[in-house]
């Protein structure tokens, strides 16, 4: 059975901030990035209370964090200012224990991109597809790599379906799932108003049995980019987004591979954009964001979900 959104009374509060990342970590939830540089803000969901740690030493955004044994790692991610961002040049890494940032393994120059999907495997491989080479200008891509941390080395695995970016990707199973976003590109900087309108609604899947893409046969309902996503007792839950309208998107999406179809269920109280989710005790979190397409009004509330 699953209840409805309930925004969550707080002690204290994070900075506002969007396209940045949100990811758990032994039990607390880190915010991170984002446009400007910005401390990490640190919530205890025990307490509801908001605390704060060192920021960056430059500006990062458009990123879906992974966890690394003990660090967050951060692949596909974008610097400087709109609407041409830079992609970095090597892996980004936060370590809670020591409130620390370092970098890690360089990223093939031919492969840099920012707003990609990202996600760690149980194979010990990080996971990163599709994404944008140049800002919000130019140059979507249909890339698919995966990097070990181990020894950093880089692999180019087989195009998906879709060129998009500002997409989330999660993982069922044997298969990796790539939804929402849009080809920010595909005006190439001609109409930066267009670019929000350039949704998909294919749902890419790789199966990792057979090293092949194909196409999911039924559609994302509502399409957006740019929202939350986490897996949940064995379910994609897609939270929010953006689209052609100006204000963000309040609905949540989940897909259920024993049925094979999405469903639109409870909608969070504040629509938003820009951000991740945190999957714990048995809940759903999502924090911060934008509540219009583009980056104003940034967001400083966390709302949960219990399924």
């Given at each position: 059975m699953m209840s409805h959104w309930e925004t969550v009374t707080c002690d204290g509060q994070p900075h506002c901030?969007?396209?940045?990342?949100?990811?758990?970590?032994?039990?607390?939830?880190?915010?991170?990035?984002?446009?400007?540089?910005?401390?990490?803000?640190?919530?205890?969901?025990?307490?509801?209370?908001?605390?704060?740690?060192?920021?960056?030493p430059m500006e990062i955004h458009h990123f879906q964090p992974v966890r690394v044994k003990d660090q967050?790692?951060?692949?596909?991610?974008?610097?400087?200012?709109?609407?041409?961002?830079?992609?970095?040049?090597?892996?980004?890494?936060?370590t809670p224990a020591?409130?620390?940032?370092?970098?890690?393994?360089?990223?093939?120059?031919?492969?840099?991109?920012?707003?990609?999907?990202?996600?760690?495997?149980?194979?010990g491989w990080i996971y990163v597809v599709g994404g944008i080479v140049d800002g919000h200008h130019a140059d979507t891509q249909c890339w698919f790599d995966r990097l070990n941390?181990?020894?950093?080395?880089?692999?180019?695995?087989?195009?998906?379906?879709?060129?998009?970016?500002?997409?989330?990707?999660?993982?069922?199973?044997?298969?990796?799932?790539f939804f929402g976003g849009r080809e920010t590109g595909r005006h190439a900087g001609t109409d930066y108003n267009q670019l929000f309108f350039d949704t998909?609604?294919?749902?890419?899947?790789?199966?990792?049995?057979?090293?092949?893409?194909?196409?999911?046969?039924?559609?994302?309902?509502?399409?957006?980019?740019?929202?939350?996503?986490?897996?949940?007792?064995?379910?994609?839950?897609?939270?929010?987004?953006?689209?052609?309208?100006?204000?963000a998107f309040t609905e949540m999406q989940v897909f259920d591979p024993a049925t094979q179809t999405w469903s639109v269920q409870p909608g969070l109280n504040r629509a938003r954009h820009g951000t991740n989710c945190c999957v714990y005790d048995g809940k759903l979190w999502i924090a911060a964001g934008s509540g219009a397409r583009g980056g104003e009004p940034e967001l400083t509330s966390i709302e949960r979900l219990e399924v």
């Open positions: 901030r969007h396209e940045n990342g949100f990811a758990e970590f032994d039990g607390k939830f880190y915010l991170f990035g984002g446009r400007r540089i910005q401390p990490v803000d640190i919530f205890d969901p025990k307490t509801s209370a908001w605390t704060h740690a060192s920021p960056p967050l790692w951060m692949l596909g991610t974008m610097t400087g200012l709109f609407p041409r961002e830079t992609p970095l040049d090597t892996v980004y890494i936060y020591t409130d620390t940032w370092s970098e890690g393994p360089t990223i093939p120059e031919a492969r840099r991109r920012g707003a990609a999907g990202c996600v760690m495997h149980s194979d941390p181990e020894t950093g080395e880089w692999q180019i695995l087989p195009d998906a379906p879709n060129k998009r970016d500002h997409a989330p990707a999660a993982i069922l199973g044997d298969k990796l799932y998909i609604g294919d749902v890419d899947v790789y199966n990792f049995a057979t090293g092949t893409w194909s196409v999911h046969p039924e559609p994302l309902p509502v399409q957006t980019a740019a929202g939350g996503t986490g897996v949940l007792k064995g379910k994609i839950h897609y939270v929010g987004g953006e689209a052609g309208r100006m204000e």
